[in-house]
């Protein structure tokens, strides 16, 4: 089945650091890939769409020069949190989508930030 | 608005019961509904994907309907385990857009 892989699987970092989160697609190219963050006991909330080559839809309210994401080739797209801060820890979940007649989404295994 | 709704929030059975989790949605456009299953602190395990052509997909214990003109899709898991327990989400991919849009999922608990 199609893996996709995030690293590091979690952090912490100081205040008005940046902190940069992976996503790879292991075994298929992947057109779109998708950023999601998730507070505790609640659902997946979408950050952002990123398509290969080209700039990332953000979502209404997520601020695009704080969570900068970068989908460099059809296996890679990085989140990259800047000077980050407390209300920033969370649990971040990529997933990637396979061109095809399907449209399944194959979710990474999460990356916890935590913000000291 | 594109919503997904999951019902009940929260569920405890005692294992060996069979069970079912509800899933609506508010706009029959869709591409595709698919069920996940999230463990504690971690990501998301595809359980099932239908196909909006599709009625149902089986997988092992595991049974998902769909019903476009209703707005519904139910997960029934047969002869539940204490190891089913965790949250599972529903998912709609909109054709509007080609969103993925999750519903807050339902947290089960398998009693041993």
């Known amino acids: 089945g199609a893996v996709v892989s995030q690293h590091p699987s979690w952090v912490i970092c100081k205040s008005g650091t940046s902190v940069k989160i992976e996503c790879r697609s292991l075994?298929?190219?992947?057109?779109?890939m998708f950023w999601y963050r998730q507070f505790p006991k609640q659902s997946l909330m979408l950050m952002a769409t990123?398509?290969?080559?080209?700039?990332?839809?953000?979502e209404q309210g997520v601020e695009k020069d704080k969570f900068l994401i970068n989908h460099a080739s059809l296996t890679l797209s990085t989140l990259t949190v800047t000077s980050a801060h407390p209300e920033d820890s969370s649990f971040y979940i990529c997933?990637?989508?396979?061109?095809?007649?399907?449209?399944?989404?194959?979710f990474g295994p999460g990356t916890r930030l935590t913000v000291t | 608005k594109q919503e997904v709704t999951q019902i009940p929030a929260a569920l405890s059975v005692p294992e060996g019961e069979n069970l079912v989790l509800n899933c609506s949605f508010t706009?029959?456009?869709?591409?595709?509904l698919q069920w996940f299953r999230q463990d504690p602190g971690k990501g998301l395990t595809s359980l099932l994907l239908?196909?909006?052509?599709?009625r149902e997909q089986t997988s092992g214990r595991l049974n998902a309907s769909l019903d476009k003109s209703s707005g519904r899709s139910t997960l029934y898991i047969a002869a539940s385990q204490p190891g089913d327990s965790a949250t599972y989400l529903c998912?709609?991919?909109?054709?509007?857009?080609?969103?993925?849009?999750f519903g807050a999922g339902t947290r089960l608990f398998v009693k041993a």
């Open positions: 997933s990637a989508r396979m061109a095809g007649s399907s449209y399944e989404q194959y």
């Open positions: 075994d298929f190219q992947a057109t779109t």
């Open positions: 990123s398509n290969e080559g080209s700039k990332a839809t953000y």
């Open positions: 706009d029959s456009a869709i591409y595709n």
């Open positions: 239908i196909q909006s052509s599709q």
């Open positions: 998912a709609v991919l909109y054709t509007g857009g080609f969103k993925t849009i």
